[in-house]
């Protein structure tokens, strides 16, 4: 396994990261314990979460596994830099979410409370609070940090205006603000290239891809779909019909390269300059597997040309869309 520092930190990380999103909904527990297992002896170290997976309001499904699997013992928690994040709403009463000083403290303590440990150590905010002030956010996260409850502050989804807003807001009290930014980033979805995944470097921020298949569609779904093992439906199918020439030349090039579609996609975003790690949220065992064999496959420049030919990228703003 291969470590970086999480953006400016210190802090070593795996570069693949084991995203929980479906333990619970699509693993079962004993499943999802297991994986964790594995993803341990291949020296993955950083698990992501939120107190919103399972789905089921209120009640942090997924955080629930992952802590009964902490409390097994072993050094299970100790080897793991734990993220999760708050936002979504827990309950039908107001400040049940978002992020009000009242709610973080509140979301925090119910996330350490599930996950039976004492402390996070990147705490993310899952999507912006357009109506809370950073001064009132940052307060709440400084008391937090003093309290020993959290180590690192993150962000997700946020645009790239947003993470300057956090920083500068950060910087007039003397803190440190945002360390990572989590986004949906992929061959197919590369909108961070715009103003997120620049304002993240500038700042500092390791940039976290979710989705790094895009739902699938980069694991060899033209494969896998002619052969029987999947079926499509919805939005896949739809894009799929429409973009299946593009997939079809992404394939064969997985195949020229002698690495699955999968890994290939992986591999990709290791090679993007800012990014710390992609987030994998296996339902198998197979699946974590691949996800890890992807840190060691090396794409040169010509390949990494050829896939920005299949998949075309964005500049910069506001070169992208401007002399």
């Known amino acids: 396994m291969d470590y970086t520092h999480l953006g400016r930190t210190g802090l070593s990380v795996s570069r693949a990261v084991l995203g929980t999103m479906n333990f619970g909904p699509q693993t079962t527990e004993d499943d999802s314990h297991a994986i964790m297992d594995r993803a341990h002896e291949l020296g993955v170290n950083f698990f992501d979460t939120a107190n919103v997976y399972g789905w089921e309001k209120g009640e942090g499904i997924t955080e629930q596994i992952i802590g009964r699997w902490f409390a097994r013992g072993g050094g299970r928690r100790e080897k793991t830099v734990l993220a999760t994040k708050l936002y979504g709403d827990m309950g039908d009463w107001p400040n049940d979410g978002k992020l009000s000083a009242l709610n973080i403290r509140r979301a925090l303590d119910a996330s350490l409370s599930r996950l039976q440990t004492d402390h996070i150590d990147l705490y993310q905010f899952h999507h912006v609070d357009r109506e809370t002030p950073w001064d009132e956010i940052w307060q709440a996260m400084e008391v937090a940090v003093q309290q020993g409850k959290v180590l690192y502050a993150g962000s997700s989804n946020f645009a790239g ?44 921020l390791g940039m976290i891809p979710w989705s790094p298949l895009n739902g699938g569609l980069l694991g060899g779904v033209i494969e896998k779909t002619e052969e029987g093992s999947r079926r499509l439906e919805g939005r896949s199918a739809e894009y799929v019909a429409e973009h299946r020439d593009q997939l079809e030349a992404y394939e064969a090039f997985a195949r020229e390269l002698g690495h699955a ?31 890890v064999a992807a840190v060691d496959v090396e794409l040169d420049e010509a390949a990494l040309a050829r896939l920005d030919e299949i998949f075309p990228g964005h500049e910069t703003s506001p070169e992208d869309y401007a002399w």
């Open 261 to 291: 579609p999968g890994e290939v996609a992986l591999a990709w975003l290791l090679h993007q300059p800012g990014v710390t790690g992609p987030i994998t949220g296996p339902r198998t065992m197979a699946q974590l597997e691949s996800a």
């Open 161 to 204: 205006w947003h993470i300057a807003q956090a920083q500068e807001a950060a910087k007039a009290r003397h803190f440190s603000g945002l360390v990572s930014e989590q986004s949906i980033y992929n061959l197919i979805v590369r909108d961070v290239e715009r103003e997120t995944l620049p304002a993240a470097r500038h700042y500092g």
